[in-house]
């Protein structure tokens, strides 16, 4: 190998350089295509200038002659404007073209001379108001156009709320039926349903779903025909007074039997102290949802009657008097309670004397020579305070009798709805010390032996039924045979009162008839204990 000259380094030899003159090319082609790509961007720019000015240009000159054309038309139709000199819009025109306005960004400004799009909503009147939108009546003009129409109209065709129906009576006159269906208007409902329901083709089961979840099935034309129909069969019944009675005696939970005090405790808790609607709180329970409400209004009337003063017989007559008093100063109207506790005195809230009415006439209708006879008591030995909330004729509660005796009928309903209420998945995960209440104390292992007796008297053997399905087939069972019982025993007291009644009328009638005969008996028997 030759040995290296001095003009070369070494090194150079022993490691060769780079080669980067690429890199060095590129930034000369790029450096020399520079001005190149300016220039072109330049001439972009000005030619979207020009072409975007073009285009307003363009918009302005077919803006201004669609002006000028409207003028012209308005002008040739107008016979006052004939002789006017007619508009230079070809000066508009150019003025316009001239000076194109630049269009802002955004949603364009609409044209206040252009046509409307939308659609009117309803078509204009002869005055040109809308149509189907009537200006608000008075209400004198109201009730005249009321009594024009016929008793069908106002009660079948229309739907009036209870107080409206009254008004309606106190105002205009209308006439209908109140209180209780006769056997008669029961049995032309029963029939009537009984044709909608084939003219329909609806089972049982559609029928119930026509009755209370007829929005969620789509069938709310079918409802207003049913209720049309019902109402049109009656004579003087309005149309909300058949819905009420149909619904209420349709539904499955209309006969539960009396409230126990598990039923009461949730009632109160719920509705008193967490604020729960009645109808949350009577699909929880079970039952309907004006029960439910009247029942904790019951429950406030009873709280108020055993933290208040004592209830005297003197106090049913004062009731009794201004109900009387007010009736022949409203004469005519809804009875307001509230003006009737502030006629008494405001001794207790006006819930009480409204809840309270029934059981007050009854007792003091009854107070004659052979008065009913409230439960555990005889005579006048009955409790008048008692009585006002008890009522005269009544099962004694759970409450009244022996709370340190297991009463099969009534404790194990009671346990078994605390458990139901609880809301548990499993007999496994009962809180058993939560069962028990203030009314209703009983310890933990009480409640458990109860439970599993209450398992082996009701449910068959080998049964293999779930937690859930397990409570409900027991309490069904239980108040299956607690409301035949209590229907029973209000058979018993009709059969006693009508007993009652006869014997009175029996005893009665000789004494009216033959008045003069009646009064030698007693001297005729007086001699007999003396010859003895």
């Known amino acids: 190998m030759a040995p290296p000259t001095a003009s070369q380094p070494v090194a150079a030899t022993d490691a060769p350089k780079k080669d980067k003159s690429h890199k060095k090319d590129k930034k000369d082609k790029k450096n020399k295509d520079a001005p190149e790509r300016k220039r072109q961007k330049r ?29 012209n ?18 000066a508009q025109v150019v003025l316009t073209t001239a000076e194109p306005l630049k ?43 009321l009594k024009t129409l016929s008793r069908r109209e106002l009660l079948v065709e229309r739907v009036y709320s209870s107080d409206m129906l009254a008004r309606l009576e106190r105002t205009i006159g209308l006439q209908y039926a109140k209180g209780r269906f006769s056997k008669q208007e029961q049995d032309t409902i029963k029939n009537g349903i009984a044709e909608f329901m084939k003219l329909k083709g609806l089972s049982e089961e559609d029928f119930q779903e026509l009755l209370y979840n007829y929005r969620e099935k789509g069938w709310e034309k079918m409802y207003t025909e049913l209720w049309k129909d019902l109402a049109g069969r009656l004579t003087d019944r309005p149309n909300i007074a058949v819905r009420l009675h149909v619904r209420t005696n349709k ?7 009396r409230y126990t005090l598990a039923e009461d405790f949730e009632i ?34 009873k709280a108020e009657m055993a933290e208040g003063p004592t209830w005297t017989a003197e106090e049913d007559k004062e009731v009794l008097g201004a109900l009387e008093k007010y009736k022949q100063e409203h004469p005519g109207e809804v009875i307001s309670w509230k003006a009737i506790a502030s006629m008494v005195g405001n001794k207790r809230s006006y819930k009480v004397y409204s809840n309270l009415f029934s059981n007050i006439r009854s007792r ?31 099962h004694p509660t759970r409450a009244e009798l022996d709370t340190s005796v297991w009463i099969p009928g009534e404790d194990d309903l009671i346990l078994l709805q605390r458990l139901n ?16 209440f203030e009314t209703w104390q ?90 003895a």
Request: charged content about 35%; hydrophobic content about 35%.
């Open 73 to 90: 038309a308005v002008a040739s139709a107008t016979p006052a404007n004939a002789a006017a000199p007619a508009v230079d819009t070809s």
């Open 421 to 436: 209420f609880q809301d548990s998945f499993a007999e496994a995960s009962v809180r058993w010390r939560d069962l028990s």
């Open 268 to 301: 109160r808790n719920r509705m008193g102290v967490q604020r729960e609607d009645a109808a949350s709180v009577a699909k929880r329970l079970g039952r309907l949802n004006q029960d439910v409400l009247s029942r904790f209004v019951k429950l406030q009337v």
């Open 251 to 257: 539904s499955q939970f209309r006969r539960q039997g």
């Open 442 to 531: 009983w310890p933990e292992e009480t409640l458990k032996q109860q439970f599993a007796q209450i398992k082996s008297r009701y449910l068959p053997g080998g049964w293999a039924g779930g937690w859930q399905e397990t409570l409900d087939k027991i309490i069904r069972i239980i108040r299956t045979r607690r409301t035949k019982k209590e229907i029973d025993d209000e058979g018993e007291d009709q059969a006693e009162t009508a007993a009652e009644l006869s014997t009175r009328a029996s005893t009665s009638q000789p004494a009216v008839a033959a008045p003069a005969a009646a009064a030698p008996e007693p001297a005729a028997v007086k001699p007999e204990p003396a010859a």
């Open 364 to 394: 003091v209708d009854r107070s004659g020579a052979n008065p009913r006879r409230d439960y555990g008591t005889v005579g006048d030995n009955a409790d008048a305070s008692q009585q006002a909330v008890r009522g005269i004729q009544r």
């Open 103 to 145: 269009r802002k960004r955004g949603r364009p400004k609409k044209d206040p001379n252009a046509p409307s799009t939308k659609k009117p909503k309803r078509d204009a009147g002869e005055n040109g108001e809308r149509r189907g939108r009537r200006a608000k009546m008075s209400e004198e003009a109201a009730l005249e156009e």
């Open 43 to 71: 001439e972009r720019k000005e030619r979207e200038r020009r072409e975007r000015e073009q285009a307003e240009k363009d918009a302005a000159t077919v803006a201004a002659a669609s002006a000028a054309q409207a003028v």
